[in-house]
C-alpha cells in the first residue's frame, strides 16, 4: 500500500468522526485569552504561581535538565529522592515513585502487579490509562457499576475463589463525572475478600482531604497503592505511585513503563518539594475552588451529585449539542469544553466545567447565568 492510500485511509476515518460529531482538533490556546478558563485542571493556580517557577528556575540551575538515562541507569538524581520522599509524606505513605505521567504510571503499574490467574475489580467510569493497564495486565478484569459497591460485592462474591491475588481499582474522584468513589465502603470490600486496593487520586489530591491530602486520607483509608498525577493541582507535569517500601521497590524493577523509560526531568523534580508545600499551603484556595464548585452545582438541575470535588459536568448526551453549547459560551467569554465519546460513553456528551481558586465570584455567577441562558436557548 502507497502513502497516498495511507493518508486517503486517514481522510475518510476523519470524514466518519465529522459525520458523527466527534471529530477533535488541536487549537492552540491564546497567550491572553478573550475567555476565562473552565477547562483546565489547573484546581489551584499553580501553573501560573511565582513561587513555583522559581523553585523551577533554580532547581534547573542547580541540578542536569535532562535525566540522561532510566533511572535504573544514571538517571537518578538527588532531586528525584527529594521529590519522592516529599510526595509519599504528603499521602502518608511510605515511599513514593515518579513516572513521567499518571497514563505511563497506570499502564506501567497495574500489569506488574496483577496477571494471568489474578482478577481486577474496576469501575465502569474509570480512565482511560487505568482500562489500558487492566488490559495490559492479563489478568481478568471485571466491570463493575459506577460507583456501585453492591454489584461490586456481588461480583467479588461470585469470583473472588477463582483467582489467586484479587485487586479494586477506581478514582477518588471521577474525572468526567466528578463525582466521588466511596472508599470507606470499598476498602472494607477490599479488606472482607482479601482483594487489594489501587486509588487513583488524580483530581482529589490538592483539592480534598486535610491539606489536600487527598480521599484516601479523608476517609482513614490506606489503599495498597495510590496514584497522583503532577499535571493538575501541583500545576507542573509528571505523576508518582505511593505505597509500602518494598512494594514501590518492586516496582522500579517490575512497572515497564518506569524501567524502559528516561527518566522524569531532574530539574522538574527539583520543584516538586515546592508544588507539594504550596499544595498543602492552599487551604483558602481549596475553598474557594469548592465555593466556586458548589456554586456551579447548585445552579444546574442535573449536575447535582453531593460531590466536593472541582469538577461539574452538565450532561447534553447529543455531542453536537454539546459543542454548540460550547461554541456559544466561549463566544461570550468562558471556555467549557465539550466531552464527547469515546472520553465519555455513547450518548453522554457534556460540558465539563472546572472552576479554578482564581476565578472571581463574580466571573462564575456570570459564567453559570450564561450557561443557563445558552442551555435554555
Ligand atoms: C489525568 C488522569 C490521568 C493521567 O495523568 P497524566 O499525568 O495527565 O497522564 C490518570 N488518571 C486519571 C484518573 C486522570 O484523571
Known sequence: MGVDDFVGWARKERQGLVQQGLWRGLHVQPRSPEWVNFSSNDYLGLSQ???????????AARFPVGATSSRLLVGTTDAHAAAERALADFVGLS??????????????????????????????????????GCRLSRAN?????????????S????????????????????????????LAAVAALANEYDAWLYVDEAHSLGVLGPSGSGLCSDAGVSPDLLIGTLGKAFGLAGAFVAGA????????????????????LPALAGAIPTAVAL?????????????????????????ASGSRSAIVPVPLGDPDR??????????????AQ????PTVPEGTSRLRCVPISSHKYEEVDIFVTTLLEELNA
Open 49 to 59: 504561581n511565582t513561587t513555583l517557577l522559581e523553585a523551577l528556575k533554580e532547581s
Open 279 to 303: 499544595v498543602s499551603d492552599s487551604e483558602e484556595a481549596r475553598d474557594r475552588v469548592r465555593k466556586h464548585a458548589q456554586t456551579i452545582r447548585s445552579a444546574l438541575p442535573g449536575a
Open 322 to 335: 454539546a459543542v454548540s453549547v460550547s461554541d456559544r459560551i466561549r463566544e461570550r467569554g468562558y471556555l
Open 141 to 153: 478484569t471485571q466491570i463493575y457499576r459506577h460507583r456501585e459497591v453492591d454489584h461490586l460485592r
Open 245 to 264: 517500601t518494598p512494594v514501590i521497590d518492586l516496582l522500579v524493577n517490575r512497572a515497564r513503563s518506569f524501567v524502559y523509560s528516561t527518566g522524569v
Open 338 to 341: 465539550a466531552i464527547r465519546p
Open 155 to 182: 461480583l467479588l462474591d461470585r469470583s473472588r475463589s477463582s483467582f489467586r491475588h484479587c485487586w479494586i481499582v477506581t478514582e477518588a474522584v471521577f474525572s468526567m463525572d466528578g463525582d466521588e468513589a466511596d
Open 95 to 132: 515511599s513514593s515513585l515518579l513516572f513521567a505521567s499518571g497514563y505511563a504510571a497506570n499502564v506501567g503499574i497495574i500489569p506488574a502487579v496483577a496477571t494471568a490467574g489474578d482478577g481486577i475489580f474496576s469501575d465502569s467510569l474509570n480512565h482511560a490509562s487505568l482500562i489500558d
